[in-house]
């Protein structure tokens, strides 16, 4: 349990937020709308359940935050960040649903004592049952929820349908639904935005300067959530001169590769690093989507397979960002590595439509 700024419960407006911890792509969307309703409402301070770690939160959010490490749900179970495994899946349900109402009910009494004006929930439904059991308005952020996605496995969906039908029954619970582009799925929100990202903090040029890039060389992001590089993925020895090859260390990296600059992955915010590139490369999760988008910066992206999400985020990328498909092969073999001067010499896009973020906050600071 972390209260970062030691602020205490009462002094400002409290906002409640359950997060999945499925990926960092929910925190980094929860973060940018809290951001944003922070700059818009000012006076609050945002408590945040989830088991994604406080560093995450330290490095997006410049505002107040109490962080309370709370499982809020099982989301997918994945064997790596591009296989998905729905048998440890199925078993994690099986033992979360239906929600404990003691669990339920002590979340409620804390949300009660900080005195909390508002729940947001990240497809994390226990904010739902929590925020009702409370008496407390609920907003649902989402672009799409977790019954959808078990949906779209067959075999899933036959054999565990009491799963999907009781999810089902408590995301339509929530008060209010923010829809957040791209869209899957058919339901219906109370507001639709553009996608969610958080901003750059920091310029192309300061950033690529406090790396040592000179502004002749290509430089490439290759992000693709936890999957270890090994010779093959990355190519190492076809690294051409002036490709600088930049990764958030996730796995095994092999070590003095000229044009392989390995960083931690709280070395640089995430939006700053993909603003100073001329091409990322990786999975196509919401938060990177989203971040590239706004950035305009050429994508060429990894699919995530018979994920339900994936093929609505690879038409997205295709159609509105002009971005180019990678097999899972070539990233094996490092033949991608012959892609990326054609990747970065794509046009940058600049006609992105407003930050999704503001439209969603301006929404949130409606309702306090």
Not at 49 to 54: E, K, Q
Not at 116 to 138: E, F, M, Q, W, Y
Request: hydrophobic residues 45%; neutral net charge; proline residues 7%.
């Amino acid at each position: 349990m972390r209260d970062r700024l030691h602020i205490p419960a009462g002094e400002h407006t409290a906002i409640a937020c359950f997060i999945t911890p499925h990926g960092y792509g929910h925190a980094a969307r929860a973060a940018a709308i809290l951001q944003a309703v922070h700059r818009q409402v000012g006076n609050c301070r945002f408590d945040l359940y989830t088991t994604v770690p406080d560093w995450f939160f330290s490095d997006s959010l410049a505002c107040p935050f109490f962080l309370d490490a709370v499982a809020t749900d099982i989301g997918l179970v994945q064997k790596t960040p591009l296989v998905e495994d729905l048998t440890a899946t199925a078993h994690g349900l099986d033992g979360w649903y239906p929600l404990d109402a003691g669990m339920v009910g002590r979340l409620a009494d804390t949300l009660v004592r900080r005195k909390t004006r508002l729940v947001i929930c990240d497809i994390a439904p226990l904010g739902i049952a929590v925020a009702r059991s409370a008496g407390i308005r609920s907003v649902l952020v989402e672009n799409f929820t977790w019954d959808w996605i078990y949906r779209g496995y067959p075999e899933f969906r036959q054999r565990f349908g009491r799963h999907i039908d009781y999810l089902a029954d408590l995301f339509e619970q929530a008060d209010a639904r923010i829809r957040a582009r791209p869209l899957c799925g058919n339901a219906v929100g109370h507001l639709t935005v553009d996608p969610v990202s958080r901003s750059p903090r920091r310029s192309r040029q300061a950033v690529r300067q406090g790396m040592g890039v000179a502004p002749e060389e290509t430089l490439v992001l290759v992000s693709l959530g936890g999957t270890p590089l090994g010779e093959g993925m990355i190519g190492l020895r076809r690294i051409p001169s002036g490709i600088r090859i930049v990764v958030p260390a996730n796995g095994a990296v092999p070590a003095e590769h000229p044009g392989l600059q390995v960083v931690a992955h709280d070395a640089f915010y995430h939006p700053d690093l993909i603003g100073a590139c001329d091409a990322v490369i990786g999975k196509t999760g919401y938060s990177t989507l989203a971040e590239v988008f706004h950035a305009g910066v050429p994508f060429g992206y990894v699919s995530r397979g018979a994920f339900p999400e994936a093929a609505v985020l690879e038409a997205f990328a295709r159609e509105s960002m002009g971005a180019r498909p990678l097999s899972e092969a070539d990233l094996k073999s490092g033949a991608w590595i012959e892609a990326i001067p054609a990747l970065a010499a794509l046009r940058r896009v600049s006609a992105a439509p407003p930050n999704g973020a503001e439209a969603a906050a301006r929404f949130v600071a409606s309702l306090l």
